[in-house]
């Protein structure tokens, strides 16, 4: 029995939805954390699938896998006790030939799967070649309140000369939780300091790690999709229990985006396809942790012409918003402001004054539909009064047919059409029978 394909039109859409983010991501750098329980559960090959496509699209990928249930189960096989200090591992000599064997066959695993190939596969055609080598050079952490962690590590310093020339050649990196120094030493790493090391040097443009949670919930237990440092400083600085592993990498997201990672990511490792679902949606499906908010109100130029109609053409189509042809956005691109969202046309409105009656028309005021509960609408039109006020304007109107409750929520009146301004009134579209509403600046 064959699955059901996708509505034609439901597919086209889609595909054109993601276009923005695959012109985006090309030549990107991108560093994936993800622990070792992803391969002991078998979840790997759905996620060599997403590895597969974003090498395809010209993404710069950085792999760097744990190995923790791995190295347990060797411990547990020599029957070496695993010893931690402040949630540390303790590395002793033992302990430090397990950890080699365990992260070794783990990376043959990985690399293993990278390599599949099989027709009428997601992988079909695949040309990964995966990079490996002494990129991450290590020290020791030392002694911490009197106990020695032996071959336990930090990293000092990622070879970013080399990483670079890797990628360049179409190779993805995968990085082990094991580092290396210059006196022939190896120690153990933990994948996070691996991780988020690396972004920091490459100024990589993504950090992304797979997680146990879904991301980072709120006090009320709803999924928080973004937070500012200063936001995600907040959360950890405060009384409520976290997840072990909030705890343990939002920290790390929050290091990455204050040393010019732009965006790190915290996904679930159990969702399939969640790495595609983060990065290839407007809303993701996870949290995304980024230095300040992504949010930016702007003038528009006439660059932003071809944006706003994009904006705007479903909405006229339906007879929401009156008809704009280009000629005319393109002359009254002035009385434009934008609204971005990670560098993204999301939102829009026009300001037209009428100075002798002390009046403005608040028009074309527009959001993309997947924004819409998110308060933009009322940031432009904080942003238009704002403006009207500057130009010692007393009042604010709009007409519409369509979003009436929406207005008066926000203090606008209902008012006879005479009350518009003479020059308005002369161009009113009595077929149309838009209702006016206005507001008072005073």
């Given at each position: 029995?064959?699955?059901?394909?996708?509505?034609?039109?439901?597919?086209?859409?889609?595909?054109?939805?993601?276009?923005?983010?695959?012109?985006?991501?090309?030549?990107?750098?991108?560093?994936?954390?993800?622990?070792?329980?992803?391969?002991?559960?078998?979840?790997?090959?759905e996620l060599t699938h997403d590895f597969n496509l974003l090498a395809a699209l010209g993404i710069r990928l950085v792999l760097v896998h744990g190995a923790r249930p791995q190295i347990e189960q060797r411990l547990a096989q020599e029957k070496i006790e695993g010893r931690y200090h402040h949630g540390i591992r303790l590395t002793d000599a033992e302990t430090m030939l397990c950890v080699k064997e365990a992260v070794g066959r783990v990376r043959l695993e990985i690399e293993a799967l990278l390599s599949v190939g099989l027709a009428n596969s997601p992988m079909a055609n695949a040309d990964i070649r995966v990079a490996g080598g002494n990129f991450i050079t290590a020290q020791p952490i030392g002694v911490i309140n009197g106990i020695d962690l032996m071959h336990?590590?930090?990293?000092?310093?990622?070879?970013?000369?080399?990483?670079?020339?890797?990628?360049?050649?179409?190779?993805?990196?995968?990085?082990?939780?094991?580092?290396?120094?210059?006196?022939?030493?190896?120690?153990?790493?933990?994948?996070?300091?691996?991780?988020?090391?690396?972004?920091?040097?490459?100024?990589?443009?993504?950090?992304?790690?797979?997680?146990?949670?879904?991301?980072?919930?709120?006090?009320?237990?709803?999924?928080?999709?973004?937070?500012?440092?200063?936001?995600?400083?907040?959360?950890?600085?405060?009384?409520?229990?976290?997840?072990?592993?909030?705890?343990?990498?939002?920290?790390?997201?929050?290091?990455?985006?204050?040393?010019?990672?732009?965006?790190?990511?915290?996904?679930?490792?159990?969702?399939?396809?969640?790495?595609?679902?983060?990065?290839?949606?407007?809303?993701?499906?996870?949290?995304?942790?980024?230095?300040?908010?992504?949010?930016?109100?702007?003038?528009?130029?006439?660059?932003?012409?071809?944006?706003?109609?994009?904006?705007?053409?479903?909405?006229?189509?339906?007879?929401?918003?009156?008809?704009?042809?280009?000629?005319?956005?393109?002359?009254?691109?002035?009385?434009?402001?934008?609204?971005?969202?990670?560098?993204?046309?999301?939102?829009?409105?026009?300001?037209?004054?009428?100075?002798?009656?002390?009046?403005?028309?608040?028009?074309?005021?527009?959001?993309?539909?997947?924004?819409?509960?998110?308060?933009?609408?009322?940031?432009?039109?904080?942003?238009?009064?704002?403006?009207?006020?500057?130009?010692?304007?007393?009042?604010?109107?709009?007409?519409?047919?369509?979003?009436?409750?929406?207005?008066?929520?926000?203090?606008?009146?209902?008012?006879?059409?005479?009350?518009?301004?003479?020059?308005?009134?002369?161009?009113?579209?009595?077929?149309?029978?838009?209702?006016?509403?206005?507001?008072?600046?005073?």
């Amino acid at each position: 029995m064959t699955a059901m394909p996708l509505q034609s039109a439901d597919f086209v859409n889609w595909f054109r939805s993601v276009a923005p983010y695959i012109n985006a991501f090309r030549g990107k750098t991108f560093v994936v954390a993800f622990g070792g329980e992803v391969v002991a559960d078998g979840k790997f090959v759905e996620l060599t699938h997403d590895f597969n496509l974003l090498a395809a699209l010209g993404i710069r990928l950085v792999l760097v896998h744990g190995a923790r249930p791995q190295i347990e189960q060797r411990l547990a096989q020599e029957k070496i006790e695993g010893r931690y200090h402040h949630g540390i591992r303790l590395t002793d000599a033992e302990t430090m030939l397990c950890v080699k064997e365990a992260v070794g066959r783990v990376r043959l695993e990985i690399e293993a799967l990278l390599s599949v190939g099989l027709a009428n596969s997601p992988m079909a055609n695949a040309d990964i070649r995966v990079a490996g080598g002494n990129f991450i050079t290590a020290q020791p952490i030392g002694v911490i309140n009197g106990i020695d962690l032996m071959h336990t590590g930090c990293v000092r310093k990622v070879d970013v000369a080399a990483l670079r020339d890797r990628m360049e050649f179409g190779e993805v990196v995968l990085l082990s939780p094991l580092g290396y120094s210059p006196t022939g030493e190896v120690f153990n790493l933990t994948l996070e300091d691996v991780a988020t090391a690396t972004a920091v040097a490459l100024d990589a443009d993504k950090l992304i790690f797979l997680t146990d949670t879904d991301g980072v919930h709120g006090k009320d237990g709803k999924l928080l999709q973004e937070l500012t440092v200063v936001e995600a400083n907040k959360v950890l600085a405060g009384k409520r229990k976290l997840p072990d592993d909030v705890s343990l990498f939002l920290p790390c997201a929050v290091r990455a985006c204050e040393a010019g990672v732009a965006r790190t990511h915290l996904v679930s490792r159990h969702t399939d396809g969640a790495l595609l679902q983060e990065l290839f949606s407007d809303d993701g499906i996870g949290t995304m942790v980024v230095e300040s908010t992504l949010n930016t109100l702007r003038d528009a130029t006439i660059e932003d012409v071809g944006g706003i109609l994009q904006l705007l053409q479903p909405l006229e189509a339906e007879g929401i918003l009156v008809r704009r042809s280009r000629e005319l956005l393109e002359r009254e691109i002035g009385r434009f402001v934008l609204l971005e969202h990670d560098h993204r046309i999301v939102g829009c409105a026009a300001l037209y004054p009428f100075a002798d009656e002390k009046a403005a028309e608040l028009a074309c005021l527009a959001i993309q539909p997947g924004y819409r509960r998110h308060g933009y609408g009322d940031a432009l039109l904080k942003h238009i009064a704002t403006r009207a006020k500057t130009m010692k304007l007393q009042k604010l109107f709009v007409l519409t047919t369509r979003t009436a409750h929406w207005f008066i929520e926000r203090g606008f009146k209902e008012v006879d059409v005479e009350q518009l301004p003479a020059q308005k009134k002369t161009l009113y579209n009595y077929q149309r029978r838009s209702k006016v509403f206005v507001l008072s600046l005073k």
